[in-house]
């Protein structure tokens, strides 16, 4: 049975990775973020990897936690918590710092995670239906693991409000805040997607890697080891409090958190 992560390379050195939990929204788990990892790792071995392409499989593109998997994880130790906050913080590093142009093709909802996942790459193109949102806040979790990187795609202003809010927001505005780089018609993103590819493979594949590795180093994203160890950290903790509980039991339940209040 294929995984919850699909990769492979044609022979341009032009990789696709495919989120693959169409039935979930392709919401993250831990078997999707070890898939993730692995796909990474087989390919930054492979001397003629160039582009790498991000996409996703159903109706999202990405839809972020799995919060019927974050429930369970709440409920283990303080130790396994901050380990699956270190590998889902490592797994967006990674693709981050890849040292070639990674493009994410975005459709349908980009939730969570999945924001965090648009950040970290190059070029980001959305379909003008895609939605987009920055939800921790609405379950009592937090975006820590991601807000390096939002902070370089969309500046400290803007996450300000969005992570703050939850609120969702489309295409256009995701590409007026800087989220997104370019906004097609839903049936325009493949070939959009190839058309950036082609302009990628133009380009000299080393002076794009040191130029990348160059931006990343003036950059938020460019964070170091113990500061992703810090915000593993911070991220494990909060899955753990009174307040996630009652966010993720909201969401089980269908109903308002207890903290809302109606105006």
Known sequence: MPGPVLADLDQRGVARITLNRPEAGNAYNSAMIEGLLAALDDLIARPELRVVVLKGNGRHFQAGADLKWINEVAA????????????????????????????????????????????????????????????????????????????????????????????????????????????????????????????????????????????????WGGFDRSDLEAISSSHGATRRTAEAAEGLASFAGKRAAQWRRET
Request: with cysteine; charged share 20%; hydrophobic share 50%.
């Open 76 to 219: 283990v130790s303080e130790e396994e918590n901050v380990r699956v906050s270190r590998a889902t913080a490592e797994a967006v590093d990674r693709v981050n710092r890849l040292p070639v142009p990674t493009v994410a093709l975005v459709h349908g909802g980009c939730f969570g995670g999945g924001t965090g996942m648009v950040a970290a790459c190059d070029v980001v193109i959305a379909a003008d239906t895609a939605v987009f949102s920055i939800s921790e806040v609405r379950w009592g979790l937090t975006a820590a693991i991601i807000i390096p990187q939002l902070s370089d795609a969309i500046s400290a202003r803007q996450l300000r409000r969005y992570a703050l809010t939850a609120e969702r927001f489309d295409a256009a505005e995701a590409q007026r805040i800087g989220l997104v780089h370019q906004v097609v018609p839903a049936d325009a993103l493949a070939g959009a997607g190839e058309a950036m590819v082609a302009k990628l493979l133009e380009n000299g594949p080393q002076a794009m890697a040191e130029t990348k590795a160059w931006i990343l180093k003036f950059a």
